[in-house]
């Protein structure tokens, strides 16, 4: 079992940033990715970023490119989304995700996660 969660949320205002943090904990055996998606009320979940945990590799969503960063700290297991110049239309709940798929493609599924935080709510606002 893998735990998960997030936290960083909150309220921002348009064009600052926020970095969120994702604490795995568990048996992590096995777990080649962590992914980040948001859902926005009335939507579907996004898919944002991935990366991968033996190599760093990362993903990004082309609509997500330049403006989010995603990175890790092994020793800690944590995962973090840095992200700029924030929009209202980034107001939404962030989930983060593990997966013991790899690759470019099964990390932009959402179905290739079977671990899933709790989310934390961003708010952009003026």
């Known amino acids: 079992q893998v735990q998960l969660v997030e936290s960083g949320g909150g309220l921002a205002q348009i064009g600052g940033s926020l970095r969120l943090s994702c604490a795995a904990s568990?048996?992590?055996?096995?777990?080649?990715?962590i992914g980040w998606f948001r859902q926005a009320a009335g939507k579907d979940r996004e898919y944002l970023s991935a990366?991968?945990?033996?190599?760093?590799?990362?993903y990004y969503a082309n609509s997500m490119k330049g403006r989010f960063t995603i990175s890790r700290d092994n020793a800690k297991n944590t995962v973090f989304l840095q992200m700029n110049s924030l929009k209202p239309e980034d107001t939404a709940v962030y989930y983060c995700?593990?997966?013991?798929?790899?690759?470019?493609?099964?990390?932009?599924?959402?179905?290739?996660?079977?671990?899933w935080g709790q989310g934390t709510q961003v708010t952009v606002s003026s």
């Open positions: 995700a593990a997966t013991r798929l790899s690759g470019f493609y099964y990390f932009s599924q959402d179905s290739s996660y079977y671990y």
């Open positions: 568990g048996r992590m055996f096995g777990i080649y990715g």
């Open positions: 990366i991968n945990l033996s190599d760093a590799s990362t």
